[in-house]
């Protein structure tokens, strides 16, 4: 696997190479700015890239654009942007319909080098990875949909899907059976009035786009009727 | 100078000589009322203040008729003089005798239609038509008319037929005292500006010789109906009647000489005065004859009376009489009444409604303090001025203007509105001082604002950056090492320099957000329990804190909050903040798993040095059935 890395603080630069090395995965090119990244992508087509949201010149979103204009310039490059804070609208911007191959995760999460991989490897597999404040945000501000309302644990593994977790990963993170995941999601689904799919990306997609509102209840499937 | 005096008292002794002269004859023991003591008193007093008025006018027109005035009047005292002393004392009955006597009973005719012709000139008008005829009447009064005080005397021209024809050629004289009060008022419609106060003293002055004629003609009539009259009251109504009229007008012309509302408050005093004082006077003659107790009781009260309502009758006779002669004076009085108080609550935009109510265009500009240029009604800055009327203060400096063009008199709309303007140009300064301090402040906010992105910049890129590197650096070594013992150590160091990074964080993100300065710890509160995923309730005082309580709360809650999210899985936090005299209470309470520690976590030990760094204390305890509480105590008095 062929990894670029932008990052303009050097030290950082190689640590996170080494994390990635480590791992067994190849570093093809480390850069400090944004020109030099879209550069790299071009002459080394990597199959993923990890780049810092803010770099030189400005340092304002530099990295974030870059990533927005990689992403559509090859859709089958994976991209994970890191950020030393936590901006949901830009998250989502980058995000938007397309979560697939996409990351977005705070620096510090490199220090839990285990979940950081992991991450990673959804990521460059097709997946998604949003960094749990960024899905916290947009569960806090969601609207709340009356009697029919999601149970806290609903909303639990809501905000765990849309962070990119797979069915595993999450009945591993709340201790709880695969089934009764599967279960819940499907719960959930029908309460957000969401079409049901089997698909786990097209369902990270469908619960990102709810939880920015984009998608309103589906008319055909109340909410309180049996099924 | 010296010589105007001298001439001045020459002819002041000739006119005192000559009345001596008449009043000598009545003590000589020849009566016939023309040379009673109280009529030639008040003829020569006429006389002195006409003829001492109409030198010292510098209205060439008016003093060339007072001055003949004075002349006819001294003619008439002189004729009297003589023919009382010649036909009377000394018996003559030759012609001079008759031509004397003739003069001195048609000598006031001409006199009463100069004073007239003093008022058309100070107005503008032509008097020339009046004096003719009143100098014809004159003359065939002193030929044709007989004098029935003079027994057996006829007079020049014996011609009985002619007589009738004489009383009716009396009537247009008669009719000549209306001349000067129809020009003055008539005169008044068209009368604008400065000019307008001194056409309404003339025209109040003309009213005075009707007044007075009026007054004598009303006493002798209730001395008549009570049956008292006698030669006395004869002579003094017929002095008050004669000689007043020449006085007062004479003391009004001078007066007439200022302009501007003073000027007619005091020229209506004396008018008002003297009429009141007439009546009283006449009155109190009559009266005083009639109860036989002498004038004194009745001039006691009638005095009293007079100086009780007059200034009060003043002040509404002058204000109705400025309104009356100026339609845009009294539109905008009406204006500004109907506005009442609330009026007075936006005094530049009721003062502009006014103004604009007689120019649409007029626009009413404020002067501002220290040369900042002028305001208008709506706050807008002007540099200039521009073409107008200026507006002076109480002490004559121009503290307002009125922009217009062309010519609008606005002296009597500005009387009106004077107080409106005074309290908005306090209102222009006050409203100009709080924009500046708001600019001020909003430049420093601003200023502040780009200085915390910097730190903010500077933090995420430098430092945050460096001991991520170092953070991770030790996480990697962590993991390559064997020793247990080593790897917990570092472990525990890599926990801590995490929090680290997470308060910097903080720090640099979230130390005063635009809310917080801007509109206060609620508002920022509120604010940011919007973006949180659980529901917060926030309670807070409505008043501001002091700036920097109110930033130390608010870090306080956000990491309280954060701490919340992070550990406790709860499902709902309460804020509130209250404030107790010197302290502020902020408590967070949650209904999570509870057990917080200040040893455990490094966010909450980092929280509390920053609380008591600030001069308060931070508690953190459990809550009963479960959840945990925290409480910070921060000072409010910096």
């Known amino acids: 696997m062929r990894?670029?890395?932008?990052?303009?603080?050097?030290?950082?630069?190689?640590?996170?190479?080494?994390?990635?090395?480590?791992?067994?995965?190849?570093?093809?090119?480390?850069?400090?700015?944004?020109?030099?990244?879209?550069?790299?992508?071009?002459?080394?087509?990597?199959?993923?890239?990890?780049?810092?949201?803010?770099?030189?010149?400005?340092?304002?979103?530099?990295?974030?654009?870059?990533?927005?204009?990689?992403?559509?310039?090859?859709?089958?490059?994976?991209?994970?942007?890191?950020?030393?804070?936590?901006?949901?609208?830009?998250?989502?911007?980058?995000?938007?319909?397309?979560?697939?191959?996409?990351?977005?995760?705070?620096?510090?999460?490199?220090?839990?080098?285990?979940?950081?991989?992991?991450?990673?490897?959804?990521?460059?597999?097709?997946?998604?990875?949003?960094?749990?404040?960024?899905?916290?945000?947009?569960?806090?501000?969601?609207?709340?949909?009356?009697?029919?309302a999601l149970s806290a644990r609903e909303r639990e593994v809501l905000g765990l899907l849309a962070q990119g977790l797979s069915n595993v990963a999450i009945s591993a993170r709340l201790f709880v059976s695969e089934r009764t995941v599967d279960s819940h999601l499907s719960s959930i689904f029908v309460k957000l009035g969401l079409p049901p799919s089997a698909e786990h990306n097209r369902r990270v997609r469908a619960a990102l786009a709810w939880l920015r509102g984009e998608t309103r209840a589906n008319p055909d499937v109340r909410p309180d009727q049996p099924i | 100078m010296k010589g105007s005096v001298a001439l001045r008292s020459a002819g002041a002794i000739v006119v005192l000589t000559t009345a001596a002269a008449a009043v000598s004859a009545y003590f000589a023991g020849f009566r016939y009322g023309g040379d009673a003591p109280v009529f030639v008193m008040t003829l020569t007093a006429a006389v002195l203040t006409t003829a001492g008025v109409g030198i010292s006018l510098t209205d060439r027109s008016v003093a060339r008729w007072l001055n003949l005035t004075a002349a006819a009047l001294f003619a008439y005292l002189a004729t009297i003089a003589a023919a009382s002393w010649y036909a009377g004392v000394l018996g003559h009955r030759d012609l001079l005798a008759r031509s004397l006597v003739g003069a001195a009973g048609a000598g006031y005719i001409l006199a009463i239609a100069l004073l007239q012709a003093c008022f058309l000139a100070a107005v503008?008008?032509?008097?020339?038509?009046?004096?003719?005829?009143?100098?014809?009447?004159?003359?065939?009064?002193?030929?044709?008319?007989?004098?029935?005080?003079?027994?057996?005397?006829?007079?020049?021209?014996?011609?009985?037929?002619?007589?009738?024809?004489?009383?009716?050629?009396?009537?247009?004289?008669?009719?000549?005292?209306?001349?000067?009060?129809?020009?003055?008022?008539?005169?008044?419609?068209?009368?604008?500006?400065?000019?307008?106060?001194?056409?309404?003293?003339?025209?109040?002055?003309s009213l005075v010789p009707i007044g007075t004629v009026l007054f004598a003609a009303l006493s002798a009539l209730l001395a008549l109906a009570l049956d008292v009259m006698s030669p006395a009251i004869g002579e003094t109504g017929q002095a008050l009647a004669f000689g007043v009229?020449?006085?007062?007008?004479?003391?009004?012309?001078?007066?007439?000489?200022?302009?501007?509302?003073?000027?007619?408050?005091?020229?209506?005093?004396?008018?008002?005065?003297?009429?009141?004082?007439?009546?009283?006077?006449?009155?109190?003659?009559?009266?005083?004859?009639?109860?036989?107790?002498?004038?004194?009781?009745?001039?006691?009260?009638?005095?009293?009376?007079?100086?009780?309502?007059?200034?009060?009758?003043?002040?509404?006779?002058?204000?109705?009489?400025?309104?009356?002669?100026?339609?845009?004076?009294?539109?905008?009085?009406?204006?500004?009444?109907?506005?009442?108080?609330?009026?007075?609550?936006?005094?530049?935009?009721?003062?502009?409604?006014?103004?604009?109510?007689?120019?649409?265009?007029?626009?009413?500009?404020?002067?501002?303090?220290?040369?900042?240029?002028?305001?208008?009604?709506?706050?807008?800055?002007?540099?200039?001025?521009?073409?107008?009327?200026?507006?002076?203060?109480?002490?004559?400096?121009?503290?307002?203007?009125?922009?217009?063009?062309?010519?609008?008199?606005?002296?009597?709309?500005?009387?009106?509105?004077?107080?409106?303007?005074?309290?908005?140009?306090?209102?222009?300064?006050?409203?100009?001082?709080e924009g500046r301090v708001a600019a001020e402040r909003a430049r420093a906010d601003h200023a502040a604002a780009v200085e915390r992105r910097r730190l903010e910049r500077d933090l995420h890129d430098g430092v945050q950056g460096r001991l991520l590197a170092l953070a991770l650096e030790l996480r990697m070594a962590q993991r390559e090492l064997g020793d247990a013992a080593a790897r917990l150590v570092l472990s525990d160091a890599v926990d801590r320099l995490s929090a680290a990074i997470e308060e910097l964080r903080t720090l640099a993100s979230g130390t005063a957000p635009e809310i917080l300065t801007c509109e206060g710890l609620g508002a920022a509160l509120i604010d940011l329990s919007h973006r949180m995923p659980v529901p917060i309730t926030v309670t807070a005082p409505a008043a501001r804190l002091p700036p920097e309580t109110e930033a130390i709360a608010y870090l306080v809650v956000c990491e309280a909050v954060t701490n919340v999210l992070k550990h406790a899985h709860a499902g709902e936090v309460q804020v509130e903040v209250t404030r107790t005299g010197e302290y502020a209470v902020v408590t967070v309470a949650d209904d999570g798993g509870g057990g917080a520690d200040m040893r455990a976590g490094s966010g909450l030990r980092g929280l509390s040095e920053r609380v008591s760094t600030a001069g308060g204390r931070l508690v953190v305890s459990d809550r009963r059935p479960h959840g945990t509480l925290l409480e910070v105590t921060l000072p409010c008095a910096w």
């Not at chain 1, 097709?126 to 029919?148: I, M, N």
């Not at chain 2, 009716?168 to 307008?196: C, D, E, H, N």
């Open chain 2, 245 to 433: 009229p020449f006085v007062v007008s004479a003391a009004g012309l001078y007066g007439a000489r200022f302009t501007g509302p003073e000027a007619v408050a005091r020229t209506v005093t004396v008018v008002v005065g003297s009429l009141i004082g007439l009546v009283v006077v006449a009155l109190s003659v009559v009266l005083g004859t009639w109860l036989g107790s002498g004038a004194l009781l009745p001039i006691v009260i009638g005095t009293l009376g007079v100086a009780g309502t007059a200034a009060g009758v003043r002040r509404r006779v002058v204000r109705q009489l400025l309104l009356h002669t100026d339609p845009m004076r009294a539109r905008a009085a009406a204006l500004v009444h109907e506005a009442g108080a609330g009026g007075r609550a936006a005094p530049a935009r009721t003062a502009q409604v006014v103004l604009a109510d007689l120019d649409p265009r007029a626009r009413l500009l404020l002067r501002l303090p220290q040369e900042r240029g002028w305001a208008d009604a709506e706050g807008n800055h002007h540099p200039e001025p521009g073409p107008g009327t200026s507006v002076p203060d109480a002490d004559g400096r121009i503290h307002a203007h009125v922009r217009h063009t062309g010519d609008l008199d606005l002296d009597g709309v500005l009387a009106e509105v004077g107080m409106l303007i005074e309290l908005a140009v306090l209102e222009a300064a006050v409203r100009d001082q």
């Open chain 1, 3 to 148: 990894v670029v890395i932008a990052e303009d603080l050097v030290l950082l630069r190689q640590a996170l190479c080494r994390i990635l090395v480590q791992d067994g995965i190849t570093v093809v090119a480390q850069v400090g700015d944004a020109d030099a990244l879209v550069s790299a992508v071009v002459s080394e087509r990597p199959d993923l890239v990890i780049a810092d949201v803010r770099m030189p010149p400005t340092f304002t979103d530099e990295g974030a654009r870059a990533a927005l204009i990689l992403r559509e310039r090859f859709p089958e490059l994976a991209v994970v942007v890191l950020s030393h804070v936590v901006e949901p609208t830009l998250a989502m911007r980058l995000a938007a319909d397309r979560p697939a191959r996409f990351g977005y995760l705070l620096k510090d999460r490199v220090l839990d080098i285990d979940d950081f991989m992991a991450a990673i490897h959804r990521v460059m597999d097709g997946g998604t990875a949003l960094d749990e404040h960024v899905v916290a945000h947009w569960l806090g501000g969601a609207p709340r949909a009356g009697p029919a």
């Open chain 2, 124 to 205: 503008g008008r032509s008097a020339t038509l009046l004096i003719c005829y009143a100098a014809a009447f004159t003359l065939a009064s002193v030929l044709l008319l007989p004098d029935a005080a003079f027994s057996g005397l006829e007079p020049v021209l014996h011609a009985p037929a002619l007589e009738s024809a004489i009383w009716i050629a009396a009537l247009p004289w008669m009719a000549s005292v209306l001349a000067g009060p129809i020009a003055a008022w008539r005169a008044l419609a068209r009368t604008r500006g400065a000019g307008r106060h001194r056409t309404l003293m003339i025209a109040v002055i």
